[in-house]
């Protein structure tokens, strides 16, 4: 079954740092998502992402944030000069399409960053 | 107010039981309605889309209601690895056109031998 995988599954930076967070969709998918978890809390939408080019993104994905597909099977999330507060589980996921049921989200498993 | 509203739990019931979580969601605009599970430490995945006219898979059934913003999940005869998290998600469609899901903030599940 094909999945969404994320790399590296644990990344620790120290704060004012720049970090890459990596992640293949699903081969099929156009639609890429990045969401944060962080810990204890609710799953949080950052930023959607189609034909390269950002569709829709949240209060939290700042100027701090960018996105990028640097060729036909990465997703990248970039964070600038990360800060403690960024420390939480990152969450890659992908769909087919948009609009509707049939164009369900399918999440990787996970960044866990950790800004010291 | 919190876009969308779940009872945190936990929820411990016996192994058998029925067990039944809602959720309520504010925004009207919402477009489709998910549930997923998590487990600790791990990402969401998928458990079922929610349609308006409820839908069944296996043991678990969801329904919708949307002129009360409320959605339901029932799980039959439940099994030790059913324990995790429920996720109450809702699908937002964005200016842009763009898919934007919102987590409620889970409901827990411990099943018990």
């Known amino acids: 079954e094909p999945e969404v995988t994320q790399t590296p599954s644990h990344q620790v930076t120290q704060m004012g740092q720049e970090v890459i967070l990596r992640c293949v969709p699903i081969?099929?998918?156009?639609?890429f998502y990045w969401y944060r978890q962080i810990l204890g809390q609710k799953v949080e939408f950052l930023v959607s992402?189609?034909?390269?080019?950002?569709?829709?993104k949240s209060e939290i994905f700042d100027d701090q944030f960018s996105v990028e597909r640097p060729d036909g099977s990465n997703f990248t999330l970039k964070i600038r000069s990360t800060k403690l507060e960024d420390s939480a589980m990152y969450f890659c996921a992908s769909s087919e399409g948009v609009g509707g049921y049939a164009y369900e989200q399918y999440f990787g498993p996970g960044t866990r960053l950790t800004v010291t | 107010r919190k876009e969308v509203e779940q009872d945190p739990g936990p929820f411990n019931v016996p192994e058998g039981a029925t067990v039944a979580f809602n959720c309520t969601y504010s925004?009207?605009?919402?477009?489709?309605f998910f549930w997923y599970r998590q487990d600790c430490r791990k990402e969401p995945k998928l458990l079922m889309s929610v349609y308006s006219s409820g839908n069944e898979d296996g043991r678990f059934t969801a329904q919708l209601n949307r002129a009360s913003q409320y959605i339901s999940l029932l799980i039959r005869d439940s099994k030790l690895s059913d324990s995790a998290t429920y996720l109450c998600?809702?699908?937002?469609?964005?200016?842009?056109?763009?898919?934007?899901?919102?987590f409620g903030g889970g409901t827990r599940l411990m099943v018990k031998p």
């Open positions: 925004n009207s605009a919402s477009q489709s």
């Open positions: 992402f189609y034909n390269n080019e950002i569709s829709e």
């Open positions: 998600v809702v699908n937002i469609i964005g200016s842009n056109a763009g898919n934007m899901l919102t």
């Open positions: 081969s099929n998918h156009l639609y």
